[in-house]
């Protein structure tokens, strides 16, 4: 399906084939009765820790989200760092952006991971300025600095902090993360196995970062199919280092995207891990008939487009 064509690459192409790709493997290994970690070589491990979002698109109490996630289990977190910035802002944004996040840390201390997230909303200029300032706070990680467009510029930005810096989440392919692995500027990759060409071609990236001693954490804010392709390439992928998960509100709180699985316990939490599914395929199984009724109902989600105060289009 990839080579065939002329035009290559891109979400929209490598989305497609993800859902291909995850189904033949899903069909694959019901056939064989293997999950699909098994047919990839085997496990490297047998669980993988997951994060909790907290929010911080908006001022809000997120450190107060942050209190209540980790009490009910979660050991790794991650917020927004910030909402809408102008190219050049000033030292006010910088200092809420920062107050953000040192109140979350004093929160939940210094045993709870807290990846910090910038979302692509972020200047070069002030991505320099911004890694910087939040560094005392110790993030797990910071995610998509620059847009993917602007990767070139992530050894500048990553040569004023320590912190680990994360991408990968608009990459669609290995071709894509080839830069920014060979600058060796990048210490987590972030692909999203829902678009990014599915199973075949995430294990292909991670093998590749494994090489270039880059972690991958990939990247699944969406439903249980994606999260369970996730978890069997995670199975097997020495390098996988934590798993982004939406499926949960709160610890063990669900949310409605479960109900199309005939069993959701295959994703309960325990001690901040999810234990990879061994049943065969995917491991999952899909409830086809709450499938049927919600496609009649159909949905009406829509990127928000943010804007600033004089009117042009903000970083979403």
Known sequence: MYRGGFYRGGPVLMSAIAGIDQALWDLKGKQLD???????????????RVYQWIGG?????VAEQARKQVEAGFTALKTNATGEM????????????????????????????????????VSKPMAKRLVAELE??????VEEPVLPEHNDALPEIASHTTVPIATGERMY?????????ENGAVDVIQPDLSHAGGITEVKKIAAMAEAYDVAMAPHC?????????????????????????????HYNETSDVLDYLADPSVFDYESGYVSIPDAPGL???????????????????????????DGSVAEW
């Open 34 to 48: 293997a999950p699909i970690y098994e047919l990839l070589g085997g496990p490297a491990r047998d669980r993988i």
């Open 283 to 309: 491991g999952v199984e899909i409830d086809g008939t709450h499938v049927r009724e919600r496609a009649e109902v159909g949905h009406d989600w829509h990127s928000p487009v943010w804007r600033h105060d």
């Open 221 to 249: 804010p969406l439903g249980p199919i994606a999260l369970a392709a996730c978890l069997q390439v995670d199975a097997c992928s020495p390098n996988a280092l934590i798993q982004e998960q939406s499926l949960n509100i």
């Open 173 to 181: 392919s290995r071709w894509n993360f080839k830069q920014v692995l």
């Open 136 to 141: 005392p706070y110790e993030p797990m990680f």
């Open 86 to 121: 102008s190219r050049v802002d000033t030292p006010a944004t910088i200092e809420a952006d920062v107050t953000r996040l040192r109140e979350v840390r004093e929160t939940v201390g210094d045993e709870v991971d807290v990846g910090v997230d910038f979302h692509g909303r």
């Open 57 to 61: 698109d908006r001022p809000a109490d």
